[in-house]
């Protein structure tokens, strides 16, 4: 089955840009989508399609498709970003969503 | 906006059945719009899909999980459950549901989730 590979842990200072990654074999082929996880609190849908950003997202997350690597791009990051973010793509050849094992922001 | 909401118990013992329910407000489970789907998070670990269900009833499922989940509708409480049977110290996770457009697309709005513990 399709596997997605991302940094288990990303840390950025407050104001500077933080880059999450998504790895998966020609995953520019596929639809990416982005999750936010704080505990306690429901995941929340971020970025669809790669790079559409979801309401009330503000604009300084985007995200971008391209290869074998997606991209979550979060600049001028502030301490509400910390969490856990996940990446999802549906695979035909298994016929089952996947997700990435997720990646830890920490802002330090 | 739909609202989720998972309940049930906490505790399973192993060999025993695990069954959680979801409760929607603000939308209905029977339109054809939507898929309604479970999803959990093991400790420390990644999300992983476990099955959806369409507004029909009909159902599908992620394939290392199949023999051993049923997902079930009752649309005049406009909920959705999840049975887990045989359950073992590996099915101790968060488990999620969320609300799907299908195909290859995303889970737009989810629960808080509920912890369930596989324990004697």
């Known amino acids: 089955s399709y596997v997605l590979t991302q940094p288990p842990s990303v840390s950025a200072a407050p104001g500077k840009t933080a880059r999450i990654t998504c790895g998966g074999e020609n995953i520019a082929r596929k639809h990416v989508h982005w999750y936010q996880l704080k505990p306690g609190q429901a995941p929340v849908l971020v970025i669809s399609y790669d790079s559409d950003r979801r309401p009330g997202i503000p604009e300084r997350v985007s995200g971008s498709n391209s290869g074998n690597t997606a991209t979550l791009t979060i600049s001028r990051v502030e301490a509400g970003d910390e969490a856990d973010y996940f990446c999802q793509v549906w695979d035909s050849g298994s016929d089952r969503w996947v997700f990435g094992g997720g990646t830890k922001l920490t802002v330090l | 906006q739909p609202q989720l909401q998972e309940s049930g118990p906490g505790l399973v013992r192993p060999s025993e059945t695990l069954s959680l329910t979801c409760t929607v407000s603000?939308?209905?489970?029977?339109?054809?719009?939507?898929?309604w789907g479970w999803i959990r998070q093991s400790p420390g670990k990644g999300l992983e899909w476990i099955g959806n269900?369409?507004?029909?009833?009909?159902?599908y499922y992620n394939p290392s999980l199949q023999s051993r989940v049923t997902i079930s509708v009752d649309t005049s409480k406009n909920q959705f459950s999840l049975e887990v049977a045989s359950v073992t110290a590996a099915d101790t996770a968060i488990y999620f549901c969320?609300?799907?457009?299908?195909?290859?697309?995303?889970?737009?709005?989810w629960g808080q989730g509920t912890l369930v513990t596989v324990s004697s």
């Open positions: 969320a609300r799907n457009c299908g195909g290859d697309c995303y889970f737009d709005y």
């Open positions: 603000g939308d209905s489970i029977s339109s054809s719009t939507y898929q």
């Open positions: 269900m369409f507004y029909s009833g009909s159902t």
